[in-house]
């Protein structure tokens, strides 16, 4: 079983930048792929990034790509997305997720996860 608390959301403005983190309860935090997604008003979730369980390969999604970093800490149990950038149209939920790393899943699809944190709020002002 795994808990997975968001932080760092807020409202900034255009150009701005945030960092979210999400802090992982248990001691096999490493043994879990993770991902975040976002989700808008009247929209689906969707896929942000997703990091594998020693940080070797990192994913994107292409709207994100260039401007948005994820990494993580496995010694805090933790993972970040660093956010640069940031536009209106980034405005939304932010959840982290995670999935064992045993299992092999397409880490972009939200269908996979096993576990999901409560979600952080992001507002970006134009």
């Known amino acids: 079983q795994v808990q997975l608390v968001e932080s760092g959301g807020g409202l900034v403005q255009a150009g701005g930048s945030l960092r979210l983190s999400c802090a992982a309860s248990?001691?096999?935090?490493?043994?879990?792929?993770m991902g975040w997604f976002r989700q808008a008003p009247g929209k689906e979730r969707e896929f942000v990034a997703a990091?594998?369980?020693?940080?070797?390969?990192?994913y994107y999604a292409d709207s994100v790509k260039g401007r948005f970093t994820i990494s993580r800490d496995n010694l805090k149990n933790t993972v970040y997305l660093q956010m640069n950038s940031l536009k209106p149209e980034d405005t939304a939920v932010y959840y982290c997720?995670?999935?064992?790393?045993?299992?092999?899943?397409?880490?972009?699809?939200?269908?996979?996860?096993?576990?999901w944190g409560q979600g952080t709020q992001v507002t970006v002002s134009s």
């Open positions: 997720a995670a999935v064992a790393a045993a299992k092999s899943v397409r880490l972009s699809s939200r269908y996979e996860y096993d576990y």
């Open positions: 248990g001691r096999t935090f490493s043994s879990y792929n």
């Open positions: 990091i594998t369980w020693g940080g070797g390969s990192t």
